[in-house]
């Protein structure tokens, strides 16, 4: 079967890097479209009752929001780094980046359905570091919900 669109999972991980080169040379072979989708997760800000926590000063939001920042930052940084990775191998592929925030798990079967993709494919584990018996919530998560084929890479 060919895979005309294939969206990759991408987060920086050691195991999205092996799913992007997998993807990659897949959808090289296919002559088809790579999506690199990267999903930011979002920072919760917690909120603590007045039960010896005391309030939480308007600071610590601005402080969040600029972890935020930093951590898109560092996502996009990792992204470019494999967009250009890509050029230089398969300098003939049709490669998209997307950056987004969100829910992992929700955000890849939504852009899944929303650009068509063919394959998901995603690594095993992510940069989440929480496992969990044999997938990574993320990509259980992933499975579980989307009616599109799933490569999941270990």
């Not at 990267?38 to 939001?61: A, C, I, K, M």
């Not at 980046?97 to 929700?106: N, T, Y």
């Not at 969990?132 to 799933?150: A, D, F, H, Q, Y």
């Amino acid at each position: 079967m060919l895979f005309k669109k294939i969206l990759v999972a991408f987060d920086g991980s050691e195991q999205s890097k092996r799913a992007i080169d997998y993807a990659s040379d897949m959808a090289n072979s296919c002559k088809g479209k790579l999506i690199v989708l990267t999903v930011v997760p979002r920072v919760t800000l917690p909120v603590f009752p007045d039960e010896g926590f005391g309030s939480v000063p308007v600071s610590t939001s601005q402080d969040w929001a600029e972890y935020q920042d930093k951590m898109n930052a560092s996502y996009k940084k990792s992204q470019d780094d494999a967009m250009k990775d890509i050029k230089e191998h398969y300098p003939k592929l049709s490669a998209e980046a997307i950056l987004l925030e969100g829910r992992p798990s929700s955000t890849i079967v939504e852009q899944a359905e929303k650009n068509q993709a063919d394959l998901i494919v995603m690594g095993s584990r992510g940069i989440g570091g929480i496992s969990g018996w044999i997938l990574g919530s993320t990509s259980r998560r992933v499975v579980e919900s989307c009616t599109k084929p799933v490569l999941v890479i270990k």
